[in-house]
């Protein structure tokens, strides 16, 4: 098979079209026609002959494609197309190892506002299960953390739980485990910062706790924290939070009061999160991303990233590495 030519993403999508879609496109104006952009990522690994099979894929499945733009040589390439973006999904999610896909309507597709999950997305832990090790009670907390992550459990009655079993902990091992465990995840830093230099509004929303929530969400970068407060007496846990506790629905209803009072439609928003207390939020976002997710999350997201960090929804958005701001 002979590998079509990828251009430069400064080529226009028209442009990039197949002589038999241009046409029909200007034809169309004013009667439905959708251009959507299909996004092949894979960092420092992506091919010209990955995007030919892409094209074929996208060919066979009836989606008329264009012809592949790259946003960064290797990297990340986009494939605009004009019919079914359902079926472009399933035709190019799995093709290749290591790539992952996101397509999306091409028009609005840069975001202004991020609400995000903490744990597991923006920093590589969970931090109520890392506490509990400071308590000797790491596996027996972990199989629930999991288990509310995976939609088995409801998650305000696991929380309360879980944090009941660390009842008596020394406070001191908060500060601990921050120092100690923590990590952010990487490409956490680039999309918060360059979303924000760029004029969006950006959210932590955590079913965590905010003495690792706040100072996590500073070093990166966020607009706001909002997470869950441990109580303390005595220089100890008392084994409960402060109510309400965040959850499921504070996610939803922190992405809506903030859509609303930005004035932004749908189309302008981003979630991310990896477990089931992320599925609200992420199912009313303009580009809902299960990240490295649960298997229910993942099944229900508009868009997946399995294989690259979360640099991914920069390439996603149409931003380039050169216009990162990584610190």
């Known amino acids: 098979m002979m590998t079509p030519p990828v251009r430069s993403a ?8 197949p002589l038999a879609v241009g046409p029909a496109m200007s034809a169309s104006v004013g009667r439905e026609c959708r251009l959507f952009t299909a996004t092949l990522i894979a960092a420092g690994r992506l091919s010209p002959q990955t995007l030919t099979d ?9 989606c008329a494609p264009g012809t592949p733009e790259w946003l960064d040589e290797g990297d990340a390439a986009d494939i605009a197309i004009t019919a079914d973006p359902a079926a472009a999904r399933t035709a190019l999610e799995g093709a290749a190892d290591g790539v992952d896909v996101v397509v999306q309507p091409a028009a609005g597709r840069e975001k ?13 832990v969970e931090c109520i299960d890392e506490l509990a090790d400071y308590a000797g009670l790491k596996p027996q907390i972990a199989e629930i953390t999991e288990a509310a992550m995976r939609g088995e459990l409801d998650f305000a009655a696991a929380l309360d739980a879980r944090v009941a079993l660390l009842r008596g902990l020394d406070a001191s091992a908060i500060d601990r485990c921050r120092a100690e465990r923590v990590r952010r995840m ?20 955590s079913g965590g706790f905010t003495a690792f929530a706040e100072p996590v969400g500073a070093e990166i970068g966020f607009d706001r924290v ?30 809506r009061e903030a859509r609303a009072a930005m004035d932004l439609p749908e189309a ?22 299960a990240y490295r997710a649960k298997p229910i999350v993942a099944a229900a997201a508009a868009a997946r990233i399995d294989h690259n960090d979360l ?17």
């Open 10 to 17: 400064s080529a226009s999508a028209s442009d990039d079209l």
């Open 226 to 255: 909002i997470a869950n407060k441990l109580l303390v007496a005595e220089g100890a846990l008392t084994g409960k939070v402060a109510t309400p506790i965040v959850d499921s629905g504070t996610k939803e209803r922190t992405l």
């Open 311 to 327: 640099t991914a929804l920069l390439w996603a958005q149409g931003i380039r590495r050169r216009d990162w701001i990584t610190a």
């Open 112 to 124: 202004r506002l991020l609400v995000a999950d903490m744990d597991s997305t923006m920093i590589t």
């Open 186 to 205: 990487p490409g956490a830093v680039a999309l918060v910062r360059t979303m924000r230099a760029r004029g969006a509004t950006t959210i932590l929303v």
């Open 268 to 289: 302008a928003t981003l979630a991310v999160g990896d477990g089931a207390n992320d599925l609200a939020m992420i199912g009313i976002a303009g580009l809902g991303v």
């Open 54 to 62: 892409a094209v074929a894929r996208l060919t066979d499945a009836g």
